[in-house]
Structures are given as structure tokens and as C-alpha cells.
């Protein structure tokens, strides 16, 4: 991978998917969810690709390159959309469980200067698992050279809103962020 800030691992081998009931507006869980599982386990290996833009000549400073406020919107957005495509939308997170994430903490690394015309793709996993929270890394890369530009990691913490406090993580979506760990 070579990905600084990518590279935690987690031992959850043990973790077995719980076997319920149907959940509310059908979302798929338990076996439904398991089986799912054993066939993209190769796809979730992988980074997911969460976003794409085009950098516009209003995004860079006086310097000539995007200015650091504008990688934010674009890291926010695809923070967003890695839940759903792993599966743990926030509707559905707070409807099964009655908890959903929130970031915690931030922090973006610049690795090479964008300009005016630059087209990028956004991609990210799941880098850490713990018990209240996870870690996510994103990458942002030049879409026709593949080099990349930027770094984002950022902690998401369970959070239950009836106490507006951090809360245990479910096993059932420590199991599932389990799947999208980068190897």
C-alpha cells in the first residue's frame, strides 16, 4: 500500500456478524449481510473511489496552487460517501441503531501543489477500528497521472444523540468496518 497513515491493522477475525431480524425499511443485515460480505471480500481490499472534481481558477490563492481551505469540502464530501459505500449510511446507522458517526479530529497533509485545471479523484478505507471510534485515511489524487496531492485522516466516534455523547461502537458495524480495512 505505502500510504503513510494508511497502514494500522486490526485483528478482528473473531468478530462474526450477528444473525438478526430484519431491520427497518428493509435495510439488509445479519446473514444478508454476511453473504454480501464473503462475496466483495477481494473489492473491499481495495480503496474506494468516493469522489471526483475538476480544480477551478477560483480555488487558488495568490500563489498560483489551490489554496488549503479548498482540499476541505472536497475530503468532507467524500467522508460522507464512504459510509454509504461501505454499506453504514447514516440514515440507516441512526434508524437500526440509534447512533451515527461524527469527526472527532482532522488532519490533511499537502503533498503536491494543484492548479487551475487539474482533475483529481478522491479515494479512501478504513485505516483503524476501535471501540467508541475508527480511523479513516482518503487520498487525493491527480486523475490522468495518479500522483497524489494530498492526504486525510480523520476519527469518526460513535455517537449516540439521545446523550450527545460518544457511545460503543455495535458489533455489527465494527464487523462490517472490518471488511474495509487497507491491508
Not at 500500500?1 to 439488509?28: D, E, H, K
Not at 469540502?73 to 460522507?80: K, N, W
Not at 501543489?113 to 478504513?126: F, K, M, N, S, Y
Amino acid at each position: 500500500m505505502g500510504t503513510p497513515g494508511l497502514n494500522g491493522s486490526v485483528a478482528l477475525s473473531s468478530i462474526a456478524f450477528m444473525v438478526l431480524l430484519q431491520g427497518p425499511r428493509g435495510y439488509a443485515r445479519g446473514r444478508d449481510v454476511l453473504r454480501l460480505g464473503q462475496k466483495r471480500r477481494d473489492a473491499m481490499q481495495e480503496a474506494l473511489e468516493l469522489g471526483r472534481g475538476v480544480i477551478h481558477p477560483w480555488h487558488l490563492d495568490h500563489f498560483g496552487h489551490m489554496n488549503v481551505r479548498h482540499y476541505a469540502p472536497f475530503f468532507d464530501d467524500a467522508v460522507y460517501h464512504i459510509w454509504a459505500r461501505m454499506g453504514l449510511g447514516y440514515a440507516m446507522m441512526q434508524e437500526v441503531h440509534g447512533l451515527h458517526m461524527v469527526t472527532a479530529e482532522a488532519r490533511t497533509s499537502f503533498v503536491k501543489e494543484l492548479t487551475a485545471g487539474d482533475l483529481v479523484v478522491i479515494t479512501g478505507a478504513v485505516a483503524r477500528i476501535g471501540t467508541k471510534s475508527c480511523t479513516l485515511g482518503f487520498s487525493m489524487r491527480h486523475a490522468e497521472s495518479g500522483a497524489e496531492h494530498a492526504r486525510y485522516e480523520v476519527v469518526e466516534v460513535m455517537f449516540d444523540p439521545a446523550t450527545r455523547r460518544a457511545a460503543p461502537m455495535p458489533s455489527a458495524i465494527r464487523a462490517r468496518l472490518a471488511q474495509w480495512v487497507q491491508a
